[in-house]
């Protein structure tokens, strides 16, 4: 069985400030882990994957994501944060035990003020 | 990556009647895609895997009478939700592995 929990359900940073968004998988096989964005009714942008290579995984608009296997974490983060990423955020686990099924954790809404 | 088309973006139909919804992978043959519903302010949750050429593989819980998928071809899947009412009312997405179409927002009145 594989799961997925994000640890906070809303995030508010300053912008200009730094991002961190948490995340933690349980999965019994080497799992892929992704981070999605979703902006209010549109699809999923996926910002990185993970998938058995470098721990460190850089992703699109600044974004990167550490996987730590003794955490069981894949944290997403972003130096600086811009107007344009508050948004809704997903993390994401996949294993080929599972059919390669996407399991989503319930998600981290992402607020930047000004 | 894939790149997902999904059609409609929105639509809004009266209750009893069908509306399909199509996933088309433009660049990408995909024996397998994947359908999922995300009801406001939560998370995806899945509905079902489409597989092309033969039937659908639904997740529990899910109707399958109610939400036919047809997977005709390696590039396009259709979920048809029947007899809608007004709590399937609801945003749908498909996605071809990890990568996602633009979604429909069925709103049934």
């Known amino acids: 069985a594989q799961s997925v929990t994000q640890l906070d359900s809303h995030v508010s940073v300053s912008e200009g400030t730094p991002v961190l968004l948490r995340c933690n998988y349980s999965?019994?096989?080497?799992?892929?882990l992704f981070w999605y964005v979703q902006h209010p009714n549109k699809g999923l942008q996926l910002l990185l994957k993970?998938?058995?290579?470098?721990?460190l995984v850089k992703g699109i608009n600044g974004f990167e994501a550490e996987f730590k296997k003794s955490e069981t974490s894949f944290h997403l983060t972003k130096p600086s944060a811009h107007m344009s990423d508050a948004a809704e955020y997903f993390c994401?686990?996949?294993?080929?035990?599972?059919?390669?099924?996407?399991?989503f954790g319930g998600g981290t809404r992402v607020l930047v003020k000004p | 990556g894939a790149v997902v088309s999904q059609h409609p973006s929105r639509v809004i139909c009266k209750s009893g009647t069908s509306v399909k919804i199509e996933c088309r992978s433009l660049?990408?043959?995909?024996?397998?895609m994947f359908w999922y519903r995300q009801f406001p302010k939560q998370s995806l949750m899945l509905m079902a895997t489409?597989?092309?050429?033969?039937?659908?593989?639904?997740e529990q819980g899910v109707e399958k009478d109610k939400f036919l998928i047809n997977h005709a071809s390696l590039t396009l899947s259709t979920l048809t939700v029947t007899s809608a009412h007004p709590e399937d009312s609801s945003f749908y997405i498909c996605?071809?592995?990890?990568?996602f179409g633009q979604g429909t927002r069925l709103t049934v009145v």
């Open positions: 996605s071809v592995g990890a990568f």
């Open positions: 999965s019994s096989y080497s799992p892929s």
């Open positions: 993970y998938t058995s290579a470098a721990t």
């Open positions: 994401v686990v996949s294993t080929p035990a599972a059919g390669n099924k996407l399991t």
């Open positions: 660049d990408f043959q995909a024996t397998t």
């Open positions: 489409s597989n092309e050429g033969s039937k659908a593989t639904y």
